[in-house]
């Protein structure tokens, strides 16, 4: 038998339709499945227009938001996912890209794929990034 419990951080804008975060705890382990997170600030707007760097910092930062408050950590994130408008932009970016990452991952490195994608539901949005964590 598991519990099963929505992750929705004051931190975050309200989330409407979805939540943030599913935490699934059984005997022994916890899974948070996180859902897509983009560079959205408290208020739900997308921070950085244009700039998929920092937009990766804030997605990530959003991320770092719902382990906290499914008391996790970043170490704890087994699988995501990627999603960017442009893997020019991302290529062209990479050594910024891997300074923001090591900034909130350290030198942690899930099972990842990124995936190139021509929209995604905010016009403004460049990243997309979704997983899941266990402890």
């Known amino acids: 038998m598991s519990d099963k419990r929505p992750i929705n951080p004051p931190d975050l804008a309200p989330p409407i339709g979805f939540a943030h975060g599913w935490l699934v705890e059984a005997p022994g382990v916890r899974t948070l499945y996180l859902a897509g997170q983009c560079a959205h600030d408290a208020s739900g707007t997308i921070v950085a227009a244009g700039d998929l760097v920092a937009q990766l910092g804030q997605a990530l930062d ?24 442009s893997r020019n932009d991302y290529a062209h970016a990479r050594r910024e890209f891997g300074r923001a990452w090591q900034a909130r991952a350290g030198k942690h490195f899930p099972a990842m794929a990124m995936f190139q994608v021509s929209s995604l539901l905010d016009a403004e949005a460049l990243i997309e990034i979704q997983g899941i964590a266990a402890n």
Request: charged share 25%; hydrophobic share 55%; proline share 0%.
């Open 62 to 85: 959003n991320i770092v938001c719902v382990l906290r408050a499914a008391e996790m950590e970043f170490d704890d994130v087994v699988q995501l996912n990627l999603y960017v408008r």
